[in-house]
């Protein structure tokens, strides 16, 4: 796949096919992508807990769900619900029954040297046909989540990522246009793409 028709269409796949599993070649694959990310100082904290035991990942995927049923109530304005709501509500019922449940982990450090290695995993995982999405509620119920997967005490669990075959269809990203995201030389001042 052509880089930047990953990079347009890489996107929150919040619904994925629980029988459809994941090569395992292709995990070493994505996980070989992030592992190439930067870091601060090249110190590449970052370590990637694959779950793949269906015990682990229904216990794990309850506690995203307790997390999530906390906070839905933030975005929860419209009736009846956003597309992106119901979406959320789908990743809150099911995450135990994502194929695979990626946990970004680093021992203390900072997660701007975690992020870079989970887009580079998103953008090789879309290449693959293997949809993704980026989570963080968990961290609300973060000691449990550590407790089941035996996490040490100063390790840092910075997302939860389920990983798998995409039940829907891909499409673009919604994004606001990058003239209107982008100034010029002053803070505030847009240009004309052209
Ligand atoms: C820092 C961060 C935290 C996020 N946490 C969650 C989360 O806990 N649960 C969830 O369903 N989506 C989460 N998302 C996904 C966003 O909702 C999603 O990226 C955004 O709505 C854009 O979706 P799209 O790429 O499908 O357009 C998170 C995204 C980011 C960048």
Known sequence: MELFEAIRTTRAMRRLD???????????????????????GNRQVARWLVVTDAG????IGRLYGEAWGSV???YDGDS??????RSADHLGAHMGEA?????PCSRGGDPASIYPGCQNLFLAARALGLGTALTTVHRLK???VKAVLDIPEDV???AMIPLGYPLGRWGEAPRRPVEETTYWDHYGERRARR
Not at 18 to 40: M, N
Not at 80 to 85: E, G, H, Q, R, T
Not at 99 to 103: A, G, M, R
């Open 99 to 103: 194929p695979v449940i990626l946990i």
């Open 80 to 85: 009846p619900p956003s597309p992106l709501l």
């Open 18 to 40: 629980p029988d459809r599993p994941v090569a395992t070649e292709d995990l070493w694959t994505i996980l070989e992508a992030a592992a190439k990310a930067p870091s601060g």
């Open 72 to 74: 839905r109530h933030v």
């Open 56 to 59: 682990k990942r229904a216990e």
């Open 142 to 144: 973060e000691q449990e």
């Open 156 to 158: 840092s669990t910075w």
